[in-house]
């Protein structure tokens, strides 16, 4: 106890501070990227579709993705960045219960749906050796929607012990086997609930992680292999380019999502381990779990070629429309 004691008196006020600036600054600048960037690949889209009344199902499947990454930013990050800038009491029980089940939906949402972009890419560049894969693939694009009702009655039924289990937060010490969100608190009854949960969830997204690697390494031997054959075949690559391209994109995804999907389960692993989380690792984790969903928006925009066209011509036709407007 004296030892303790005797490192509150010596501790420096002002570092606190700085280390609770810098924590808000990055929740703050990540969550405002985030935003920003999945409603920009909405936008996109949203025009793409009314322009074209048609989406190809990996532009489909991007926009859900979008659209997942910026609901998971908006229940996790955000409530994170203004409980760390002082305002508490934020949510109740039932809006914690709401919260907390629905960013544990889309956060699954987006590991199933860049695992379903990486088999819709690779079977799109897979040859049809048979009929079976032939109409396989003739169907994709009336297939996607029943995918995305089947992956999103798989998660509310994976995630339905966290509304169960979200309470506020009260006043006083945390309890064992409690999530400690800041803005809630996930409070399991005992230990085997804790570790079962966790299970469930590890089980979950290294399954589909285990998927997306297989189809990515299926895309990379292709990409491989057709580099070599079409060296002098100048037409073939041509017609091929914008498929490359996607395949190409799609890697990058993937690769992007393993990394933080690695740094993401090394600490939720270590907070399996421990009856109490510190807060620190608590918001180390919920920083590196949304950096995908920060991050991807930058790379669709700067990888894929009808996002990038449909921004430029916004920002001509704006342009456009200041220097129309009569000056005064």
Not at 184 to 213: E, Q, W
Request: aromatic fraction near 8%; charged fraction near 15%.
């Amino acid at each position: 106890m004296r030892v303790s004691r005797r490192k509150k008196k010596f501790q420096k006020p002002g570092s606190m501070d700085l280390c609770i600036t810098i924590k808000g600054v990055s929740f703050l600048l990540q969550s405002g990227l985030g935003v920003l960037g999945n409603l920009s690949v909405l936008m996109a889209y949203a025009h793409i579709a009314y322009v074209e009344s048609y989406l190809q199902p990996v532009d489909k499947i991007l926009a859900h993705l979008a659209f997942s990454n910026l609901v998971q930013l908006l229940t996790r990050s955000v409530p994170q960045t203004v409980v760390i800038f002082g305002l508490r009491n934020l949510l109740d029980d039932p809006s914690c219960k709401m919260v907390v089940y629905t960013h544990r939906i889309h956060r699954a949402l987006s590991i199933c749906l860049t695992c379903m972009l990486s088999v819709v890419q690779a079977l799109t560049l897979t040859p049809s050796a048979g009929p079976h894969l032939t109409k396989l693939k003739s169907r994709l694009s009336q297939l996607v929607v029943p995918t995305f009702v089947g992956l999103w009655l798989l998660n509310m039924t994976v995630c339905i012990a966290a509304p169960l289990f979200s309470i506020a937060p009260r006043n006083g010490t945390v309890p064992p086997f409690t999530l400690n969100l800041g803005f809630c608190h996930v409070k399991f009854p005992n230990n085997l609930s804790y570790v079962a949960v966790g299970a469930a969830f590890s089980t979950r997204d290294f399954a589909f992680v285990a998927i997306m690697l297989v189809s990515s390494s299926y895309i990379l031997i292709f990409l491989h292999k057709h580099r070599r054959q079409v060296r002098s075949i100048r037409r073939t690559q041509q017609g091929t380019s914008m498929e490359m391209r996607a395949a190409k994109s799609v890697i990058m995804l993937v690769v992007l999502y393993s990394v933080f999907f690695g740094i993401d389960n090394v600490i939720w692993i270590y907070m399996l381990t421990v009856a109490q989380v510190p807060a620190t690792v608590v918001d180390m984790r919920a920083f590196f779990s949304a950096c995908y969903a920060t991050f991807s928006p930058m790379l669709m925009i700067s990888t894929n070629k009808k996002i990038k066209t449909r921004m430029v011509c916004a920002a001509g036709e704006q342009s456009a429309e200041d220097s129309e407007k009569p000056k005064r």
